[in-house]
Each structure stands twice: as C-alpha cells, then as structure tokens.
C-alpha cells in the first residue's frame, strides 16, 4: 500500500469524523418531555406525603404542552382531582421565583384521568439554567400517581428562526402573533 493511499484513507475518515454533529449541538437536539411524578409507592396518593420535584432545563427551550395524567400501578387510568404549581427559578436567583404558569391558569385536572394544560399567560420561554419546581398544591383521588408531563423544543436552530409555534398543516404562528400560510 503506497503512502498517498494510508494519508489519502486517514484524510478522508478525518474528513468525515469533522462533519459529524457534536452531541451538545443545538441543531441535533430533538424535542423532550420533562416528567414531573409523585408516586403513592404501590398505595393511593397522600397530600401531605408528597414533596416537590425539580427539574433544570439543559438548552434554551420553548414549552410546546403539558398535560396531568394520573392512574394506578399497573397504568390503568383513575380519575382524581388535583393542581401542581410549578415555580421557575434559576441558580443566580434561586429562591427568587416566579410562577411558569404567568397570568394563565397552573396545572388543573378535575373528576378526570388526563387534562392538558392551557399554556396561555404561561412563561413559555426558558433559558439554560432556568429551574421548574413543581408541587402538588391539592389531591383527592384514589390513584397511586399523578404525573405532569411538559415537551419542550429546542430554540435558536442553525437558520436563524425562532419563537414560531406550528399551528397545524400549513400555517406557522410567530412569537408577535403574525399568522404565515405556507403554500405547496
């Protein structure tokens, strides 16, 4: 084997080891569900027994839903009735928090098994660093779990467009409240 061909070889892997996404890269970063649970451990729930979560967002991030879900052990779905207030904070100004649900409505599920969250008022942007410390305000139910669930999307991908919301099939919404219809 000549020379060229091993320096020819070893360019082209390096060539192509170079075009390769970095793990952290915003661009590869695919939407993710932060999961907020409180767990009765194989038994019904109890209020005074269940204590905050936190959870730290790793990227800048826009929350595209939440939904309270709650059910048994082995998931069956179990109607209750409970509110999470979930507080955003940051390490610079932790304990200096604000409620994420704003002027909106905080996390409500009534006589029901599953209840999405109306996001209007809702702080919907979040930063690397920011904190969610979620609680369970109030509980009445049989259930063994409840869980709120939040997707969040990366913002700030590498063609400069942010704060959009698809607002389903052919139409965008950006963060000003313009409406784009996108035509074939």
Not at 7 to 33: C, M, V, W, Y
Not at 57 to 69: C, D, E, F, N, V
Not at 158 to 179: H, K, R, S
Request: charged share 20%; with cysteine.
């Amino acid at each position: 084997m000549s020379v060229e061909s091993i320096l020819d070889g070893a360019f082209t892997e390096l060539l192509a080891k170079a075009h390769q996404p970095l793990p952290d890269d915003p661009r590869i970063r695919k939407p993710s569900t932060l999961n907020f649970q409180w767990s009765g451990e194989g038994a019904p729930l109890v209020l005074t027994q269940v204590g905050s979560r936190k959870l730290v967002i790793p990227y800048p991030a826009r929350i595209q839903w939440a939904r309270l879900s709650a059910g048994d052990a082995l998931d069956n779905p179990v109607a209750v009735t409970a509110t999470v207030r979930i507080n955003l904070t940051s390490f610079t100004t932790f304990g200096a928090s604000v409620p994420l649900s704003g002027t909106g409505t905080i996390p409500t599920i009534t006589a029901d098994s599953i209840a999405d969250c109306d996001l209007t008022g809702w702080q919907t942007n979040l930063l690397p660093g920011d904190w969610l410390v979620a609680r369970m305000m109030t509980y009445s139910g049989t259930a063994e779990w409840v869980s709120l669930d939040i997707m969040i999307r990366p913002t700030g991908d590498d063609i400069g467009v942010t704060d959009i919301t698809d607002a389903g099939a052919d139409t965008i919404v950006d963060n000003d409240g313009n409406v784009v219809v996108l035509r074939s």
